[in-house]
């Protein structure tokens, strides 16, 4: 299956971002071997720089490097992936700024949510920054369901036991992107979490 065959923005309504760097994960896949669903934050500026675009992609070099922190032992993603790691965006399309606006996070959370049903035996989502926090919140609050993840900064509310639909919520930090090697702190934390996500699943 490639997702993006099954999942795609029809209108793009959002003004806050770059649609020139849309995306959905177009790789080949078996929907069922997947147990473990990664969502950072929006696509990068260069389409190169995407998780499944090969080369010297910024996305796969601090992802890597994130898994090979956290013990595994990997050195591309398709090696994550045969952990059973699928990898994607919350929102499909680039930032223009430092933000994402709310309403486009609402937005994309509509491609999010058939994304994810696509996968049915996930039991863990890391949810790496806010903007994918807010983006599985909001799909709970449209179903009427209870948030996913409390309100507050990320260092506090992290090692708290969350879950939704079934399946263990872990909310962490961005690691795609050139401020994963510059956040020391944050990178430690981002290990900690792919630690017990991938403990949790083996």
Known sequence: MRVSERVACADFPCTDVRHDCYVVPGID???ADVSIVLISEAAPPDPADYYYAGGEALFEK???QAFADAG???SSIRDILGL????TTAVKCGKTGYGIATGT???CALLLEQELALFPNVRVLLLMGDVSIKAINDIARRAGEPRVIPAGSTYKIRGGEFHFRGKRAFPSYV???PSFFIEKTKRAAIAQD???ALRLVN
């Not at 059973?84 to 990898?87: A, K, S």
């Open 29 to 31: 896949i078996r929907p």
């Open 62 to 64: 601090t992802t890597v």
């Open 72 to 74: 595994a032992h990997v």
């Open 84 to 87: 059973g790691v699928y990898l």
């Open 105 to 107: 996070i609402r937005q």
């Open 175 to 177: 690691q795609a992107g």
């Open 194 to 196: 792919i630690a017990a």
